[in-house]
């Protein structure tokens, strides 16, 4: 069922401002201070093999999925969720040299749903300074302990979203976003075009009520997939259960340009410096026995 109401639009500079920086930088070093944010978020870049590279010469509609769990103790304020970027690259850009089209949603466990929106000026190709968020609610507290399924489907041929849609524990709610333009946070010079997933969790003091209970701001992931959307249905360029790879480093940057080459297709990388991600064996994994740990504590 599709519910369009606009709950609110905010026009935010606070600690979400520049998030899904996919190169960290000294300013996203980890301290031992209290901090005011935290984006605790892991991505894998995708550019090669048959499933990719089709898309990649004509982009068009492309999906990404995660399973998505928290403990009880979970703060309100706490946004999680996924996200997919289609990078222009720098040697043969579809839509801008150096191109980052952004289709990142989270939502907080009280059914609040935040959408990261493109403008007419992120459009024409000037990186957005102020994060333009759309903010929705589908009026229901998810549950602990309990996995839903989150999935964004987006057009990187138009630069629009497509569709979000959450289930699990009796819960289905789809919200028809393909009037929504996709954000462009930065400039990307990566060597060439490349799609990367993501799932992540961050907290923000300017979000936090006083007074409340501190709680844990951790949530985990497991089956993670992503890919073009064909004619005849998903076609799954990435995946992962967290099976394959611990533990999960730093990116291997190269400057003036990002090399691509450098990269390891389908390989899980710490989003930022600061990220606290990282791999757990635990019994209610939802496949296997590993799932990610997005820890965004402000210690």
Same mark, same amino acid.
């Given at each position: 069922?599709?519910?369009?109401?606009?709950?609110?639009?905010?026009?935010?500079?606070?600690?979400?401002?520049?998030?899904?920086?996919?190169?960290?930088?000294?300013?996203?070093?980890?301290?031992?201070?209290?901090?005011?944010?935290?984006?605790?978020?892991?991505?894998?870049?995708?550019?090669?093999?048959?499933?990719?590279?089709?898309?990649?010469?004509?982009?068009?509609?492309?999906?990404?999925?995660?399973?998505?769990?928290?403990?009880?103790?979970?703060?309100?304020?706490?946004?999680?969720?996924?996200?997919?970027?289609?990078?222009?690259?720098?040697?043969?850009?579809?839509? &801008?040299?150096?191109?980052?089209? /952004?289709? *990142?949603?989270?939502?907080?466990? %009280?059914?609040? !749903?935040?959408?990261?929106? #493109?403008?007419?000026?992120?459009?024409?190709?000037?990186?957005?300074?102020?994060?333009?968020?759309?903010?929705?609610?589908?009026?229901?507290?998810?549950?602990?302990?309990?996995?839903?399924?989150?999935?964004?489907?987006?057009?990187?041929?138009?630069?629009?979203?497509?569709?979000?849609?959450?289930?699990?524990?009796?819960?289905?709610?789809?919200?028809?976003?393909?009037?929504?333009? &996709?954000?462009?946070?930065?400039? /990307?010079? *990566?060597?060439?075009?490349?799609? %990367?997933?993501? !799932?992540?969790?961050?907290? #923000?003091?300017?979000?936090?009520?006083?007074?409340?209970?501190?709680?844990?701001?951790?949530?985990?992931?497991?089956?993670?997939?992503?890919?073009?959307?064909?004619?005849?249905?998903?076609?799954?360029?990435?995946?992962?259960?967290?099976?394959?790879?611990?533990?999960?480093?730093?990116?291997?940057?190269?400057?003036?340009i990002i090399d691509l080459e450098k990269y390891q297709q389908g390989r899980w990388y710490l989003e930022r410096d600061e990220a606290i991600f990282d791999?757990?064996?635990?019994?209610?994994?939802?496949?296997?026995?590993?799932?990610?740990?997005?820890?965004?504590?402000?210690?």
């Amino acid at each position: 069922m599709d519910n369009d109401n606009v709950v609110r639009v905010v026009r935010r500079t606070v600690f979400l401002a520049t998030f899904v920086v996919l190169v960290g930088c000294a300013l996203n070093n980890v301290t031992s201070q209290p901090r005011d944010s935290r984006l605790s978020s892991a991505v894998a870049v995708v550019s090669k093999g048959p499933a990719i590279e089709p898309f990649l010469g004509q982009p068009g509609p492309s999906f990404v999925q995660a399973y998505v769990r928290f403990d009880s103790d979970l703060p309100d304020d706490v946004i999680f969720g996924i996200d997919q970027e289609f990078l222009d690259g720098v040697a043969r850009p579809f839509h &801008l040299k150096g191109g980052d089209w /952004m289709a *990142f949603i989270g939502l907080q466990r %009280t059914g609040a !749903v935040w959408i990261a929106t #493109g403008t007419d000026e992120t459009m024409a190709g000037k990186p957005s300074k102020d994060r333009v968020w759309k903010i929705r609610d589908f009026r229901q507290r998810l549950q602990p302990n309990t996995w839903y399924r989150l999935r964004t489907e987006a057009d990187c041929g138009t630069r629009h979203f497509r569709r979000f849609t959450i289930e699990g524990a009796g819960l289905s709610k789809s919200f028809d976003l393909s009037q929504e333009k &996709l954000d462009y946070p930065n400039y /990307m010079p *990566f060597s060439d075009r490349a799609m %990367t997933f993501y !799932v992540f969790a961050m907290r #923000g003091r300017s979000l936090m009520t006083p007074g409340a209970p501190a709680g844990k701001p951790v949530v985990y992931f497991d089956d993670v997939s992503g890919g073009p959307i064909s004619v005849s249905g998903d076609v799954v360029a990435f995946q992962s259960s967290f099976e394959e790879q611990q533990p999960i480093g730093g990116q291997p940057v190269t400057s003036p340009i990002i090399d691509l080459e450098k990269y390891q297709q389908g390989r899980w990388y710490l989003e930022r410096d600061e990220a606290i991600f990282d791999v757990q064996v635990v019994p209610w994994a939802r496949s296997g026995s590993h799932v990610g740990r997005a820890d965004a504590s402000l210690d």
